[in-house]
């Protein structure tokens, strides 16, 4: 059974960083695509940042600069580094991973970023 983990969220003050994890187990297959969303209450569930397996990678707009994705697809694992959070950053982040099968989804990771 794949299963998507992530950690490394929390509470951190506007300006700070964090870093969250994401370690997928149960395949011995890697990815084609690991990357994050988040979703703020009320609304809708929105890419974050995506890696592809030999590195290349995307951004939200309004990340751009200030957060980086990252793999180690040896240990089918993604990482995003956030820094100069802000407080509308502040959302529940969800890892992703794409098989050939299907798409499969972390449970998330609460990340609030105080004024």
């Known amino acids: 059974q794949v299963q998507l983990v992530e950690s490394g969220g929390g509470l951190v003050q506007s300006g700070g960083s964090l870093r969250l994890s994401c370690v997928a187990s149960?395949?011995?297959?890697?990815?084609?695509?690991m990357g994050w969303y988040r979703q703020a209450p009320g609304k809708q569930r929105e890419l974050v940042a995506t890696t592809r397996t030999y590195g290349s990678t995307s951004y939200a707009d309004s990340v751009k600069g200030r957060f980086t994705v990252s793999r180690d697809n040896a240990k089918n694992t993604v990482y995003l580094q956030m820094d100069s959070l802000k407080p509308e950053d502040t959302a529940v982040y969800y890892c992703?991973?794409?098989?050939?099968?299907?798409?499969?989804w972390g449970r998330g990771t609460q990340v609030t970023v105080s004024s």
């Open positions: 992703n991973g794409q098989l050939p099968s299907r798409t499969y």
């Open positions: 149960g395949t011995i297959f890697t990815f084609s695509e």
